[in-house]
Structures are given as C-alpha cells and as structure tokens.
C-alpha cells in the first residue's frame, strides 16, 4: 500500500446471532415505528415543495464547460474559477497538467455541485421503507430511486435529503438527517432491501446508532442533475469528500463473490479511502453474515487468490462514460498498478481481520488444520505483517512434520517459500536467501517442470537476490521463473495465469531498468503482449513501471471474478 492510515475493519453483523439480526423487512412493519418517527405523510410533503434557484458561479468554483467557441474539444472539459471578470465574463483555469487560463462567457460555464455534506439516519432508512411497504420488494436500489425516489424529488429538483432538510427547518420533522459520518460504497444492482438490511447489522453495531448519519448516494445526491461529471470533480470535489467524512463502509455482498469489486464507481470509492486515509468498515447483510460464517473457510484460500484479479481496467459502470473517466483519472494520478494495489490490499485487510477472528475461536491445537491457517499467513506478508506471518509459517512447518509430511511436499515447500519472504520483508536477507536456496534446490529435485511451487521457488529467490544487489544473478533466476511460467500457461488465456505472468514480467523487467537494459525491458513487456493480442482479450495492459511483486501462493480462481477476459 502506498500510504498509512488508520484504517481499521470491522464486519457488522459477523458477530451477532441470527436472532439478534431480525430481517428489516420485518423492522420496517409498524413495530418499527417509534414515537421520534414521522408519518409516511413526509413524503406526501416533499412532494409540495418548490425547487430552490440555482447558486450563482463564485471565484473558486469548479464548471464544465460547453459550446464555447472555436474550442469544441473542450466541451465536457472541467474548469476552476478564478475570477468574475463581469457578470457575463469569467476567467478559468483548466483542469490537467498545463493548467490553461482563458476567459469565457458564462453561459458556456455550468456549476458542478459540491460533494453533499448531509447524511440520512437509520430513523429515515426505517421510515422510508415503512411508507412504501410492498412497493420494494424485489426492487434493486436503482429502481428505487427511479420509481420512488425520483418522483417525489422531482417538484422541489432536490435530493431527498435536501427536501427532508428543508422540512426539518421547517420544524416538521426531526432526526432523519444530520451532517454525514459515514460513507456507504455500495452498488445499484443490489436489492434495496438487502442494502437496508446491512446498514442497519452496521448501524446498530456501532456505540451510538442513533447519532450515525450516512452519505448514501441515492438519498443525499441530487438525482436530476447531470450525471456528466469532468476529472477535476473526480479528484477534488468526490475524493476529498470521502475524506472529509472519515470513515467509509462497503456494502459487501454476495461475500463469496462481491459486486462492488467488479465495479468502478466502488473501486474509486475504496481507492479514495486509501488515498485520503479514512477508516474503513464492512458491511453484511443478515443472509450474508450467517453463510460467511459457514462457508468461509471453503473459500478463504480462493478469496485470497481471486483478489489479486480485481482491476480497475476491467470494472464494468452503471453509466458507461463514468467507466471511461474513472479509469482515466487512476491512470493519470497514481497509475493502474498502484490504484489496483490500494484496493486491493483494503480488502485484504478486512480477510486478515475476519481470518484472525475465526482462528480465535478455535483450540490453539487445531488452528493449524483450519483451511484457513496457510492463505492466511500468505496475506499476513502480502500486508507486511511479516512477523506474524513467520510465526504462523514456522508453526505450521511443525505440525506439518508432526504429521508425517515429507520436505518434498508441496504444502511443505510452499510454506518455506512463504516464510523466506517473510524473512526478507524484516530484512533478514542472508537468512531468506540461504532458507529460499534449499527450498528451491528441494523443488527442482523432486517435482516435475511444469510444478508452480518450483517457479515460485525461482521467482522468490530473484527478489531476495535483488534485494542483497545482485542484479545480473536476479536477472538470470527472473527469466527463468518466466520461462516456467510460459511453459505452464503458453496462452494466458485464464485471468489468473494473465497476472501472475504479468507479475514476472514486471519483476523481469524492474531488474533490467536497474541495470541500464531500457530497450531489454521493453522489449519484455512487448513479447508478453503479443502473446496475449493473438487472442480476442478484452483487456490490454500497456508497458509501464512496476514494483517487484513477491509471489505469494495460491489457487485458482473460484468464480469472484471469473476465470476469462
């Protein structure tokens, strides 16, 4: 990860009894409705008030311009305002790197609205939901917000937590918004009830739910303007409102299988947590908590595996535009690698919190037969937990043995390639490299070419040689766990085998920069690719800088993201 924080995970609803977490469609029914609750006749209200007048444009506003003359190619483009040059006049300056200043009429200028600052209440969720009873069944929170939310939004312009604002002013109605803390990353293909559902399991875990106030898109944003929004929104107004906040929760569902890492909109939402350093919380529903409980360690080790597949190059958007946009914004600010990395290494962090928990309630003795024990303790060096994971990697070395598993092993083998990384990650590189050479020498005695533990073997003792400097033998081991990798996965035509190889490749190519060979590593990058374009890839990773990437091991894909471009 590029920067610290004090991210913390938590999992709402994990802990809790199935009793305790009683169905909100259940909750929403009249015993629901407390004294401090509204009618459903609120709603009825909002649908008489008048739309408020436009703000003017201000000195330091952010715009999107349009039609200004001779100057098609800025139409969409966003813009900061300088100065009011006249009423009719503005001077601007442009977003991107030159930073052009020019001046325009105003009527080619429109208003970006700010990131809202107002969150909405559990009271409001509950009541909300209670006021359309039946109605929201079965309904994906983007047909909620067309079907419901839209509509009596539609007389005032507003967002719903605007209208609900602007009656409390009024003095008809209290506690169902407040100044945002929490905010939700989610996704519209949820089923809203499902989403409502998890919030409440997060809200009520939390030490004073009654003070929490959340930033969910469908009620605090304005639902009738303009969903065109230039990069300059993107990179001040959104992420530095997510910052602003503090704290975020994704929404994770299915647990097994979670849509918000295959979408763009969540990626950037996690990726400005990361960047920010806002704290971050996980979110299940009452279905979602009870099958996580019981099918985890099922999936852990194909958890762990598939996240490394999560790629802001192949997230899908509800609005394609913003698909495009987001994925140019991450390539123009920290890179694809880096922003990939960001998100996924927050997730990890909720699997290592969750991992931790359910190892904590098994008899020390048994841990180590726990399917989640090994994946574990190779995510626990992926985050630089490194003295943790030698703990566990040396322990349960000790129990392999107890249990009669032989040096040659591959669940032996693979364990001492894990714990030599997390020798090098203390810098205990002498160490590292004389425990990684035995434990390769081992893989290439006794198991066969094509073997992934043996390629891992040779691409982990090029990284710990690397780091004691020894360029020209890392460079040599590199190629060499590359050509195994080729051997094993001549076509790439599985994601998993597409990033793994392009992580060799990176490695391969990082050596080769170091030792003054440009032209060598490009040409690297340009033969992996024409492997890959003889195929009908909907994804093309263009050359460009990458970090070691220390192979930790794992299994193939279990469906999170799909075994295919």
């Not at 809203?192 to 009620?219: K, R």
């Not at 710990?464 to 360029?471: D, E, K, S, T, Y």
């Not at 391969?508 to 590593?521: C, F, I, P, Q």
Request: hydrophobic share 40%; aromatic share 6%.
């Amino acid at each position: 990860m590029g920067n610290s924080s004090s991210r913390e995970s938590s999992t709402a609803g994990s802990e809790r009894s199935i009793e305790q977490q009683t169905d909100v469609k259940r909750r929403a029914g009249p015993a629901a409705r407390t004294a401090d609750m509204t009618t459903p006749s609120v709603w009825k209200r909002m649908t008489s008030l008048p739309p408020l007048q436009d703000a003017s444009v201000s000195e330091g506003d952010l715009v999107r311009l349009s039609g200004v003359p001779r100057r098609a190619e800025l139409d969409g483009t966003g813009a900061r305002v300088l100065a009011i040059v006249t009423p009719d006049e503005l001077e601007l300056e442009l977003e991107g790197d030159a930073r052009e200043r020019l001046q325009v009429h105003a009527s080619c200028v429109a208003k970006l609205a700010p990131f809202p600052e107002t969150g909405i209440s559990l009271a409001c969720l509950r009541e909300f939901c209670a006021a359309y009873e039946g109605k929201l069944r079965r309904k994906t929170t983007d047909e909620v917000c067309r079907y419901f939310i839209k509509p009596i939004t539609a007389p005032s312009q507003s967002s719903l937590a605007e209208a609900l604002q602007r009656l409390e002013e009024s003095g008809m109605h209290n506690g169902l918004t407040g100044k945002a803390n929490v905010f939700i990353s989610h996704t519209l293909k949820y089923e809203f009830l499902d989403l409502v559902d998890a919030l409440e399991a997060y809200i009520l875990s939390l030490p004073a739910p009654e003070n929490v106030y959340v930033w969910l898109d469908v009620f605090v944003v304005n639902q009738h303007q303009s969903a065109v929004r230039p990069k300059i929104w993107w990179t001040e107004t959104y992420q530095r409102g997510i910052g602003n906040i503090g704290k975020a929760c994704l929404v994770l569902s299915p647990w097994n299988a979670p849509i918000p890492l295959t979408r763009s909109w969540c990626l950037w939402e996690l990726a400005s947590v990361a960047q920010t350093g806002a704290r971050l919380d996980f979110a299940l529903g009452t279905a979602d908590a009870a099958s996580l409980e019981k099918g985890l360690p099922k999936k852990f080790k194909a958890l762990v595996s598939d996240l490394a597949l999560v790629d802001i190059r192949r997230a899908l958007a509800h609005h394609h535009p913003d698909k495009k946009i987001i994925r140019e914004v991450a390539e123009s600010t920290i890179g694809l690698n880096e922003f990939n990395a960001q998100v996924i290494g927050l997730v990890r962090e909720w699997l290592v919190h969750v991992g931790r928990e359910m190892l904590a309630k098994l008899p020390y003795e048994e841990r180590a037969k726990s399917p989640i024990f090994a994946p574990l303790s190779e995510i626990l060096n992926l985050q630089g937990h490194y003295l943790e994971a030698e703990a566990m990697h040396r322990h349960y070395l000790k129990m392999l043995t107890q249990w009669g598993t032989s040096n040659a092993n591959v669940k032996t083998l693979k364990t001492l390639n894990n714990l030599a990384l997390a020798l090098k990650g203390q810098g205990k590189l002498e160490e590292a490299e004389e425990m990684q050479r035995e434990t390769l020498y081992t893989s290439r005695a006794c198991l066969r070419p094509h073997e992934q533990v043996l390629q891992e073997s040779t691409t982990n003792l090029g990284i710990i040689i690397q780091a004691r400097g020894r360029l020209g033998e890392a460079e040599a081991l590199h190629r060499k766990a590359l050509e195994l990798s080729y051997s094993r996965n001549a076509d790439l035509s599985e994601a998993k085998h597409y990033y793994s190889t392009l992580a060799l490749v990176e490695n391969l190519a990082s050596v080769l920069r170091m030792l003054g060979k440009t032209d060598a590593a490009e040409k690297v990058h340009q033969d992996f690719l024409k492997i890959r374009r003889h195929r009908d890839a909907q994804l093309l990773v263009a050359p460009g800088p990458g970090a070691v990437t220390e192979h930790s091991t794992s299994v193939g894909p279990s469906g999170l993201l799909g075994k295919g471009f």
